[in-house]
């Protein structure tokens, strides 16, 4: 490029800065560069590159205007083909000073910006420099949009090694009118007949937008041609007698030509069966890295033929139904085959891998807790004397609501019985998170209680607000007041949140959580999912511990607490049904004891047992008195406990008729 500032005049490295400083300016009016791009290129040049050089350190922190101006003057003495030296001697001053790696690399960035233009302007003469490109933008919460742009996602806390695929899910934008219409009434079925809830509707029908995005972006099928009738055949199954009496009018011949019929529609809907099945085979080829995904895949699709076939059924019944569909049958036996080779399968991530202990987790509490209290902020940062200073600068109130928010989820999940994500996410405050008092079975609201003091939060769970209500039915327990350090308690913080933190995200609604960012589209104050929970938590104690909990682990890692603490019967009792579960699922899915942990109790007993049977510990004669009689008073503990132990052995041969 033609020099635009004339380098015949003898400009030195000082006249070189400024003209870049010039064409800076103008390009931040035209909207070339950001709005500090000047700024940005003093700190780097002045603060961090001049020292380097040789020149004068700046005073404090925050660079000066004696600082600029003393900076300039020395730059202005020196020649313009110190111009080169700029990078390498920002680096030297960085090792000098130990800047902070976030700031060496902002800076480091701005010099080499400097450097391309000098050399582009024609300072440098023929010097050719490596293209410098701008540091990579992170994407902290999308990954997808990450991956398409191409940019690095800011942490994987992903323990499989199995790749991310890329999203091929049909987009709402991209369904035609008909799979709309399809998919409202579906989830109006589900609702409705299965009794499912918003959850599960939501994840079904992400399931079956996978498959229509396969179809349609690997088998090629048009948008406006995709329905559910391509996944699902529908053939009608019932057949009428009246029209066959309308064309037969003997009675013997209609009946023989309705069972004709009866028999063609049933081949008719096998053959279809077939047909829909080896489709499905090859969706479950393509996603064959992911079992669980295939299980919960073939779910959503009975739950399909479910709501095409639910008036060609004898019987609607959700598990021993639809025996008389051929397209369900199917269904239910790839289903069956699917889950017994996911239970014979091996963990992909050991459970020690993805784990903490307990203790660890409550731990994990106090230091969340330790990071709300500490409502400052230090910056620790050496001065020209050598001494370093610590400033203490007081954090923003949505800051420490952040934190707040992520330490009450974290006590719902470790201070009692962890719940299920989702019911922990979804707590509604005045519905399934209440205060007030038991009263003959009944729960009475703080504001109908004639000492609302003596109140105290509930969990007050109906069938339809947690996974396993159909079973367990309604839930109402209370949520003690655990003291915690600082002179706080579990409530302080319950009602700090309530009536301080959670107001200044304007929510409209009683859920407990909020979102507090506008981070993938979202709006502060709305209410989260558990995918929001899973991220916090996951984030929470990688941040403490370098291992990812999900909430789901935490009601395993409770468990296993249990077994291993020897907890009595009475007790995993009723833990399971504090946590809407069985004494079976408990054993079966939840208790994750290492195998030697589980041996202890009978490796224990059995060395007690076999210590008694060969004990051959010498012990010394018992003293008699003159006369041959044995006094107690005068003998040992060992001795006593030596002598009860013959007694018992000698009237236990007497009792079976034998002799001493």
């Not at 996951?538 to 603490?565: A, G, I, Q």
Request: some cysteine.
């Amino acid at each position: 490029m033609k020099n635009q500032y004339h380098p015949d005049k003898g400009y030195t490295l000082g006249g070189i800065f400024r003209a870049y400083l010039t064409d800076l300016t103008h390009r931040m009016e035209s909207g070339e560069v950001a709005k500090n791009a000047v700024s940005l290129a003093r700190t780097a040049i002045l603060k961090y590159a001049a020292p380097g050089l040789g020149g004068p350190i700046c005073s404090g922190k925050r660079t000066t205007q004696a600082d600029i101006e003393g900076a300039m003057r020395f730059l202005d003495s020196q020649l313009s083909d110190r111009v080169r030296e700029v990078v390498a001697a920002q680096e030297r001053y960085f090792e000098q000073a130990q800047v902070a790696a976030k700031v060496r690399k902002t800076n480091r960035y701005q010099a080499n910006l400097f450097l391309i233009w000098a050399t582009e302007q024609g300072w440098l003469g023929e010097t050719v420099l490596e293209e410098v490109s701008p540091a990579p933008q992170v994407y902290r919460h999308s990954r997808r949009e990450a991956h398409l742009k191409g940019k690095p996602y800011v942490k994987d806390l992903r323990l499989t090694e199995r790749q991310r695929r890329d999203d091929f899910g049909l987009r709402p934008e991209e369904m035609n009118a008909q799979l709309q219409q399809q998919m409202a009434a579906l989830a109006q079925f589900e609702r409705d007949y299965l009794k499912h809830r918003q959850a599960t509707i939501q994840n079904y029908g992400a399931f079956i937008l996978r498959v229509l995005g396969w179809q349609h972006r690997y088998r090629q099928v048009p948008l406006d041609e995709l329905s559910l009738y391509g996944i699902i055949p529908k053939t009608p199954l019932k057949v009428s007698l009246t029209e066959i009496q309308a064309q037969y009018p003997d009675p013997e011949e209609a009946m023989t030509k309705l069972l004709l019929r009866q028999q063609l529609v049933r081949q008719q809907a096998e053959q279809q069966a077939q047909e829909a099945e080896r489709g499905l085979d090859g969706y479950l080829a393509f996603y064959q890295d992911s079992p669980h995904t295939q299980v919960q895949t073939i779910q959503a699709l009975i739950a399909v033929a479910k709501s095409f076939y639910v008036r060609d059924t004898a019987n609607t019944n959700s598990k021993s139904g639809y025996t008389d569909i051929p397209i369900v049958v199917r269904l239910r036996q790839k289903l069956s085959a699917l889950n017994q080779s996911v239970e014979s399968m091996p963990q992909a991530i050991p459970y020690a891998k993805r784990s903490v202990s307990w203790e660890t987790v409550l731990e994990v509490f106090k230091q969340q807790q330790e990071k709300v209290e500490n409502v400052h902020y230090s910056q620790v940062f050496k001065r020209n004397n050598g001494r370093t200073h610590v400033s203490r600068v007081r954090r923003k109130l949505k800051a420490i609501a952040v934190d707040l928010q992520k330490l009450l989820a974290l006590g719902f999940f470790c201070l009692i019985p962890p719940e299920r994500n989702r019911t922990i996410s979804e707590l509604e405050v005045g519905r399934t998170l209440v205060r007030g008092t038991m009263e003959n079975g009944l729960l009475v609201p703080m504001e109908d209680m004639s000492n609302p003091e003596r109140s105290q939060w509930f969990l007050n769970l109906t069938a339809g607000d947690y996974k396993t209500g159909k079973v367990y039915k309604d839930y109402c327990a209370p949520i003690e007041d655990i003291p915690l350090a600082y002179g706080k308690t579990f409530y302080t913080y319950i009602q700090l949140w309530l009536e301080e933190y959670r107001p200044l995200f304007n929510p409209d609604h009683q859920r407990l959580f909020v979102k507090t960012k506008t981070t993938m589209g979202a709006t502060p104050g709305e209410p989260i999912t558990y995918r929001n929970m899973t991220g916090w938590m996951k984030y929470l104690f990688f941040h403490y511990t370098e291992v990812p909990v999900v909430p789901k682990l935490l009601r395993k890692m409770y468990v296993t607490h249990l077994k291993n603490s020897h907890a009595s019967e009475a007790e995993l009792e009723a833990a399971a049904r504090a946590m809407h579960h069985s004494r079976a699922m408990q054993s079966a899915e939840y208790d994750q004891q290492d195998l030697q942990d589980k041996l202890a109790p009978i490796r224990a007993f059995n060395q007690r047992l076999l210590a008694q049977a060969f004990d051959s510990t010498e012990r010394p004669p018992l003293t008699l008195t003159a006369d041959g009689q044995l006094k107690l008073a005068d003998l040992s503990d060992e001795h006593l406990k030596a002598l009860l132990k013959s007694l018992r052995a000698e009237e236990k041969r007497r009792k079976q008729g034998q002799v001493a």
